[in-house]
T-cell receptor, first 115, second 110 residues
Framework: DVKVTQSSRYLVKRTGEKVFLECVQD?????MFWYRQDPGLGLRLIYF???????EKGDIPEGYSVSREKKERFSLILESASTNQTSMYLC??????????????FGQGTRLTVV | AQSVTQLDSQVPVFEEAPVELRCNYS??????LFWYVQYPNQGLQLLLK??????LVESINGFEAEFNKSQTSFHLRKPSVHISDTAEYFC????????FGTGTSLTVIP
């Protein structure tokens, strides 16, 4: 089974802190994604990556950055956390797009609270 | 660009009654279609998918969805719901990215 693991289920951080959310997948997927989920807004794409050291902005990249130094790991960074970044963060991975997009596999999510 | 519309944000239904969760999408090109389910404080799990072939797809727990190209819809149905089906359901399409609807909260009432 594909496994996508997010390093934390719950996090509480203070305003202004630098926050790292880590995601690891074990199925050699090329594509990885970071979403945030808020009530009534569904899932919104923050960043995605099709390959190592490659990244592309999604719909709401402001206030975030990402890092993909290894194929299996995709990190989301909040440079200076703010209260409006309190949310559920979901990481996902999928097979290479040139071979056809199959489903996205999701981690368990990280519920981040910024105080 | 693709967009996904889930027409109902909340659907309450009595146990053993049928249910339909509606999903429409807009796309000028062929896409893949998915339904995901999310239980409280968990990530999303794939319920079923349409990639090609038969327009009616089924899941192992009794849900089915039908791809209707002319109406650009992919509605999810179950003939008889259980309490355990209470969850959030997301419709999604993919081309180069995944685009999700805003979700439908299904509540099954005993």
């Amino acid at each position: 089974d594909v496994k996508v693991t997010q390093s934390s289920r719950y996090l509480v951080k203070r305003t202004g802190e630098k926050v790292f959310l880590e995601c690891v997948q074990d199925m050699d997927h090329e594509n990885m994604f970071w979403y945030r989920q808020d009530p009534g807004l569904g899932l919104r794409l923050i960043y995605f990556s099709y390959d190592v050291k490659m990244k592309e902005k999604g719909d709401i990249p402001e206030g975030y950055s990402v890092s993909r130094e290894k194929k299996e790991r995709f990190s989301l960074i909040l440079e200076s956390a703010s209260t409006n970044q309190t949310s559920m963060y979901l990481c996902a991975s999928s097979l290479d797009r040139d071979r056809g997009h199959t489903e996205a596999f999701f981690g368990q999510g990280t519920r981040l609270t910024v105080v | 660009a693709q967009s996904v519309t889930q027409l109902d944000s909340q659907v309450p239904v009595f146990e053993e009654a049928p249910v339909e969760l509606r999903c429409n999408y807009s796309s000028s090109v062929s896409v893949y279609l998915f339904w995901y389910v999310q239980y409280p404080n968990q990530g999303l799990q794939l319920l079923l998918k349409y990639l090609s072939g038969s327009t009616l797809v089924e899941s192992i727990n009794g849900f089915e969805a039908e791809f209707n190209k002319s109406q650009t819809s992919f509605h999810l149905r179950k003939p008889s719901v259980h309490i355990s089906d209470t969850a959030e359901y997301f419709c999604a399409v993919s081309r180069n990215q995944f685009y999700f609807g805003t979700g439908t909260s299904l509540t099954v009432i005993p």
